[in-house]
């Protein structure tokens, strides 16, 4: 159903502890959300700066976050394409540019490890790309790919969470390591 989703094309979807489903979009809508299985949607924009969200993704339980007014289950990351990426702690209702050490504003994908830290795949466009991580919750990034990044590809089904090719080569980080390693040559 699309019973106030009034974007066209939705690119990616996310689900949080709660059961919302949250939808990015294409050409100008940013975020929408659904807390009933998505027979209805509402737009949750509220601070996203971006109108196109290219990747989405919901963090949660995080154990080492103790807050009253914090719910884990609530963080959501948006990648959006040219603005960066932004944060909600309360399902979407607001969201937080955060870009501290991103040098690469065009997002592409998005996945997180077994330790809590979060990978963003960033497209070449306009300056540069590659891969991201950060260990606070986007609160800063760091570049681990060196500009040797060609395209990235996240598997969170298997221990490989950063993969690319790259002149014949193979080059993955597997789970939390903090270098890329030539994987094989093809």
């Known amino acids: 159903m ?13 689900t949080n502890a709660s059961g919302d489903v949250f939808a990015g979009t294409y ?4 975020v929408f959300r659904s807390t009933d299985d998505g027979d209805s949607w509402n ?8 109108a196109e969200v290219r990747t989405i993704a919901a963090q949660g ?3 080492r976050i103790q807050s009253p007014n914090i719910n884990a289950a ?15 702690i309360d399902s979407g209702q607001n969201w937080q540019q955060i870009n501290h050490g991103l040098l690469a504003l065009y997002e592409s994908a998005l996945a997180f490890n077994t330790n809590g830290y979060i ?6 466009v306009g300056g540069p790309g590659g891969v991201y991580r950060s260990t606070e919750y986007g609160d800063s990034w760091v570049e681990i790919n ?11 089904w298997r221990p490989i969470r950063v993969a690319t090719f790259l002149q014949g080569h193979i080059l993955a980080a597997l789970s939390d390591r903090q270098t890329m390693e030539t994987a094989g040559r093809r």
């Open 43 to 50: 737009e949750k924009n509220n601070g996203l700066i971006a």
């Open 74 to 88: 609530d963080f959501i990351f948006a990648g959006t394409y040219g603005r960066g990426m932004f944060r909600s």
């Open 2 to 14: 699309n019973n106030g989703l009034t974007a066209l094309f939705v690119l990616s979807f996310a």
């Open 119 to 124: 990978f963003v795949g960033a497209d070449f």
């Open 61 to 63: 339980p995080i154990p």
């Open 27 to 30: 050409f100008g809508n940013g």
């Open 146 to 156: 060196h500009d040797m990044i060609q395209t990235a590809m996240f598997a969170p």
